[in-house]
């Protein structure tokens, strides 16, 4: 049982280039979640879907677009990268909304 | 939406004593609180949540008190071990998403 597989681990990017983050729960969960990760400031949420064709903006979202490809799988893209998007990104997933978050074991990307 | 408080940043205690870190909410409506562990490198790890409707609840050396009147709630580590030196998070939710607190570093000193 894998849980929250995310690829790729590690990235660099030029500013500019574009790339996208792939995420999958093999827990039959429900709701998915990106969330950046930088010092001092927690995390926070890029978007979020609540159900399979559903997604929604959460507090960081300008640069980035999702996609809920099926149950399993939700992908975070960023279209024209900017040294401001270096960060830790963790992708995460919860059976129902009182209930703790699994999260993935993250990207680091770094934008030069 | 959701905004949660979390103090103090950093936090250093001798092995053996206590720890208690405090966070702060401010939407009503959130009704469940959980607590993440995230050690160097690593994903963060829930160790222990609250739901609205209980005002404490421990699992073993770490407890958790909920005050909904004053929104506020805390995390509390007993008989600290070098093993428990991590960074802690705190989170309120509010609808289908966790808003976070911006953590504590806790180092315990041999």
């Known amino acids: 049982n894998a849980g929250v597989t995310q690829t790729p681990k590690f990235q660099v990017l030029k500013t500019g280039q574009s790339m996208t983050l792939q995420c999958a729960q093999d827990?039959?969960?429900?709701?998915m979640y990106w969330y950046r990760q930088d010092p001092g400031m927690g995390l926070r949420l890029i978007y979020y879907?609540?159900?399979?064709?559903?997604?929604d903006k959460g507090e960081v979202p300008n640069g980035y677009n999702v996609s809920r490809l099926n149950k399993r799988e939700f992908s975070l893209r960023l279209e024209s990268a900017a040294p401001s998007q270096t960060s830790v990104y963790f992708c995460?997933?919860?059976?129902?909304?009182?209930?703790?978050?699994?999260f993935g074991s993250g990207t680091r990307l770094t934008v030069v | 939406g959701e905004n949660v408080e979390q103090h103090p940043s950093t936090l250093s205690v001798q092995e053996g004593d206590s720890a208690v870190i405090k966070c702060t909410y401010s939407?009503?409506?959130?009704?469940?609180f959980p607590w993440y562990k995230q050690e160097l490198g690593k994903r963060p790890q829930l160790i222990i949540d609250?739901?609205?409707?209980?005002g404490e609840k421990k699992d073993q050396r770490i407890a958790v008190t909920l005050n909904k009147t004053a929104k506020h709630f805390s995390l509390h580590i007993t008989e600290t071990q070098p093993e428990d030196s991590a960074v802690y998070f705190c989170?309120?939710?509010?609808?289908?998403?966790?808003?976070f607190g911006t953590g504590t570093r806790l180092t315990i000193i041999p």
């Open positions: 939407d009503s409506a959130s009704n469940y």
């Open positions: 995460a997933s919860t059976r129902t909304a009182t209930y703790g978050y699994t």
């Open positions: 827990m039959n969960h429900n709701s």
């Open positions: 609250i739901r609205s409707n209980v």
């Open positions: 879907s609540a159900s399979e064709g559903t997604t």
């Open positions: 989170a309120a939710r509010e609808n289908e998403k966790l808003t």
